[in-house]
């Protein structure tokens, strides 16, 4: 499944426009023309990234990106800003609002292009062969062992992929199908179930200490790997 990106933007046809680039290069956009409706369209499955003009209906972007920063569930979302100003002292104010980089318009297809792939690149895991651990659960990529408080755990190796994405991606909610894409690989067909009995089995293989309770079904939209524990459906 492609990468989402929520493109925050007042004025209608630089909006799609951008959504127009995004579509042509493979991403999912979502528009959005306010804060107000920004804020209702940033929801599961949270986007992977947003681009957010500075001006816009009701207040600026960075007093949305300040927002969107301090809550636990959209804070590790990217922000790109979007403006035409060009001071440093804004510059500055953007950065410390949060966000990951600065576009200043006009801007090419091109530049918007390779900028988003820069900052996904940057954002993701640094490196798929750092230990992992997650409130006592540990995952060694490199020695492919996974343990629960130093007891080791037996993992299929599909499972050990899952869990592996899953502790490296916390607090999101994924689809089956990007699931799919990001364990299994987009040139493996597989059927969308498959997901559901490799969850099973992996809740199965690291329960006992309520770790099961980590990965989250969220109804109509996937499975979550959180810390914030809520009941399972």
């Known amino acids: ?24 290069n493979g991403f999912n956009a979502i528009e959005a023309c306010d804060i107000d409706q920004a804020l209702q369209k940033v929801n599961e499955p949270y986007p992977d990234l947003i681009l957010l003009d500075w001006m816009l209906p009701g207040g600026t972007g960075v007093k949305l990106a300040k927002k969107l920063k301090q809550s636990e569930y959209t804070r590790n979302i990217p922000i ?85 994405f899953f502790m490296t991606h916390t607090e999101r909610v994924y689809s089956r199908e990007q699931l799919l ?22 809740r199965k293989a690291i329960s006992g200490n309520g770790h099961e309770d980590f990965i989250q079904t969220v109804r109509g939209a996937g499975y979550r790997f959180s810390g914030k524990l809520t009941k399972t459906a």
Request: glycine share 4%.
């Open 1 to 24: 499944m492609s990468r989402q990106i929520l493109v925050v933007e007042d004025e209608t046809p630089i909006r799609e426009m951008i959504t127009f680039v995004l579509e042509q």
């Open 80 to 164: 790109i800003m979007l403006t035409a100003r060009a001071d440093e002292d804004d510059k500055v104010a953007g950065f410390e609002a949060g966000i990951d980089d600065y576009i200043t318009k006009p801007f090419s297809p091109k530049e918007l292009i390779a900028r988003i792939k820069a900052v996904i690149r940057r954002v993701s895991p640094t490196s798929l062969e750092e230990d992992v651990e997650f409130h006592g659960l540990k995952l060694d990529p490199v020695a492919h062992r996974v343990a629960i408080n130093d007891e080791h755990l037996d993992l299929g190796p599909t499972e050990f992929r899952l869990l592996h």
């Open 181 to 202: 894409d990001n364990v299994w690989g987009t040139n493996v067909y597989v059927e969308d179930r498959t997901v559901d009995v490799h969850i099973r089995r992996l």
